[in-house]
């Protein structure tokens, strides 16, 4: 994140200068790959599953201060589970998911599994607070990151392997922060929530943002820093 609160790309070789914290600081990080493959683009329905859900372009700019966005909106009339998803298999180990996330009409995300034991943490989009609304077997931590403009980054960290059969990853949204509203409510056909960048990685912790703009996954090597001058400054 650049002094302006934006997500910028730096040229490789260069250090990265991290302001997350309000002063510049060298992001260090180890290799991490965002399996998902169409981390921008939730139009792609060879890679999203919507469900009582449609998602259109939005004018609204973007953590990296593009319009790169979209609108989350649940089909008219009462239904639940409205959600984009995709199926992951035999995955093992440690995984963090996590999405870009910004107040619209709605003011809640969630991410979670569906298959049983159950797991989902409810965002709030206002307060930049959370709730564990189903602990699974699969749930380790969630945690929810102020950005810039309104949004933040909300993430979930799980075991996929102790989500029963098909290890399906979702993003939700709903009226409520309990989580029970997902079950079921009333959606009007233009309301919604903001999303952008999605990334689920082998990790325990959530890595600074990985784009898959090309349709594959995407692998940021480790960083490392040597020679770094006075140690009293850097």
């Given at each position: 994140?650049?002094?302006?609160?934006?997500?910028e790309?730096?040229?490789?070789?260069?250090?990265?200068?991290?302001?997350?914290?309000?002063?510049?600081?060298?992001?260090?990080?180890?290799?991490?790959?965002?399996?998902?493959?169409?981390?921008?683009?939730?139009?792609n329905?060879?890679?999203?599953?919507?469900?009582?859900?449609?998602?259109?372009?939005?004018?609204?700019?973007?953590?990296?201060?593009?319009?790169?966005?979209?609108?989350?909106?649940?089909?008219?009339?009462?239904?639940?589970?409205?959600?984009?998803?995709?199926?992951?298999l035999?995955?093992?180990?440690?995984?963090?998911?996590?999405?870009?996330?910004k107040?619209?009409?709605?003011?809640?995300?969630?991410?979670?599994?569906?298959?049983?034991?159950?797991?989902?943490?409810?965002?709030d989009?206002?307060?930049?607070?959370?709730?564990?609304?189903?602990?699974?077997?699969?749930?380790?931590?969630?945690?929810?990151?102020?950005?810039?403009?309104?949004?933040?980054r909300?993430?979930?960290?799980?075991?996929?392997?102790?989500?029963?059969?098909?290890?399906?990853?979702?993003?939700?949204?709903?009226?409520?922060?309990?989580?029970?509203?997902?079950?079921?409510?009333?959606?009007?056909?233009?309301?919604?929530?903001?999303?952008?960048?999605s990334?689920?990685?082998?990790?325990?912790?959530?890595?600074?943002?990985?784009?898959?703009?090309?349709?594959?996954t995407?692998?940021?090597?480790?960083?490392?820093?040597?020679?770094?001058?006075?140690?009293?400054v850097?």
């Amino acid at each position: 994140v650049n002094e302006q609160g934006l997500i910028e790309e730096v040229a490789s070789g260069l250090p990265r200068i991290d302001y997350t914290d309000g002063s510049g600081s060298w992001l260090l990080e180890p290799t991490s790959t965002n399996i998902i493959t169409s981390s921008e683009d939730f139009s792609n329905g060879g890679f999203w599953n919507t469900t009582l859900t449609t998602v259109a372009t939005s004018t609204i700019v973007s953590p990296d201060g593009l319009q790169g966005s979209y609108k989350l909106v649940p089909d008219i009339g009462t239904g639940g589970n409205r959600s984009l998803s995709h199926n992951y298999l035999s995955l093992t180990g440690i995984h963090t998911h996590t999405c870009f996330a910004k107040k619209g009409e709605y003011n809640y995300l969630m991410l979670r599994t569906r298959n049983g034991p159950n797991t989902g943490v409810m965002f709030d989009l206002v307060n930049g607070t959370l709730s564990v609304n189903a602990a699974g077997a699969s749930y380790v931590d969630s945690k929810i990151e102020e950005y810039t403009n309104g949004w933040y980054r909300c993430s979930i960290t799980l075991d996929p392997s102790l989500v029963n059969s098909v290890g399906q990853l979702y993003i939700s949204m709903s009226v409520g922060i309990t989580g029970t509203e997902t079950n079921s409510f009333d959606g009007d056909g233009t309301s919604g929530i903001y999303i952008w960048g999605s990334q689920f990685e082998e990790n325990s912790y959530s890595t600074s943002y990985i784009p898959t703009l090309t349709g594959t996954t995407q692998t940021r090597v480790a960083d490392t820093a040597s020679g770094s001058g006075n140690s009293t400054v850097i």
